[in-house]
């Protein structure tokens, strides 16, 4: 069991297939046992308002079933469409509540998402689902171990990272002064709430020169204590193309 109280910061987007991700994801909260050693799950739900389907009313109904302990808090339910913060509709909640603690309280929080609901019926709808499905692995099922990482004085850590210059050369996202750090790709990952307090909030928002992708970046923008439990081959790392074999990373 963790040293410090976990909470869970979950964004949901109900769109495309995001209904059958989002049961998936709850789902594995469940059977890892995560879901009821965590103080609270957070969740943001963003849904298609053009949807014939209600899957916004359904979601709300599944998450009412596993809402056992009362731990489950719904922070915002919304439109998609309605505004263009995508994640950070999420992000700036964890940072909200780590910056309300006293310096001398620590929590640990786990960010993740429906990943691959953007990718539905592409050709980058199966690469996704098994890279998702990865991040899944180490982030929720092995959560005890993510906890012990903290535990022993890492303040964060992820299933992979990457360098800060490959952010910067592609998305043009993160200031040269950081291109040393490491992002978390895919993000999913784990955070002591010391972390998140030190990074600026400036960074939680899409309405700036960071754009959408700053969130995947979180981590990395100031210098801290990282790890992570997987690293790729250089060459193996296009996910959004390949499919990732569980074999090469499950535990046996």
């Not at 739900?45 to 056992?68: A, C, E, H, R, W």
């Not at 909030?201 to 210098?223: C, D, M, Q, R």
Request: charged fraction near 20%.
């Amino acid at each position: 069991m963790s040293q410090k109280p976990i909470h869970i910061y979950y964004h949901v987007c109900l769109i495309n297939d995001g209904f059958l991700i989002a049961s998936e994801q709850m789902h594995l909260l469940a059977m890892s046992g995560l879901m009821y050693n965590a103080s609270s799950i957070n969740i943001g739900i963003k849904y298609d308002g053009k949807s014939i389907i209600d899957y916004k009313d359904s979601f709300l109904k599944l998450m009412g079933n596993y809402n056992v302990l009362n731990n489950i808090n719904v922070l915002y339910c919304k439109d998609n469409t309605a505004d263009k913060e995508r994640e950070h509709s999420t992000s700036i909640h964890f940072k909200n509540y780590a910056d309300s603690l006293p310096d001398d309280v620590q929590r640990y929080i786990l960010y993740f998402h429906t990943k691959g609901v953007s990718h539905y019926k592409t050709h980058r709808e199966n690469p996704v689902r098994h890279w998702r499905q990865y991040l899944e692995y180490f982030m929720i099922q092995n959560w005890r171990d993510c906890c012990s990482i903290l535990d022993k004085g890492y303040e964060s850590c992820g299933t992979y990272k990457r360098d800060m210059k490959c952010m910067n050369d592609n998305q043009g996202v993160i200031n040269v002064e950081n291109e040393k750090r490491y992002f978390y790709p895919g993000t999913f990952y784990w955070m002591n709430t010391s972390l998140i307090k030190r990074i600026p909030k400036k960074y939680f928002t899409s309405n700036s020169e960071y754009k959408n992708y700053a969130i995947e970046s979180l981590p990395g923008i100031v210098e801290h204590k990282q790890t992570v439990f997987s690293q790729p081959n250089p060459f193996d790392l296009d996910f959004y193309n390949c499919v990732l074999n569980p074999m090469q990373y499950i535990k046996k």
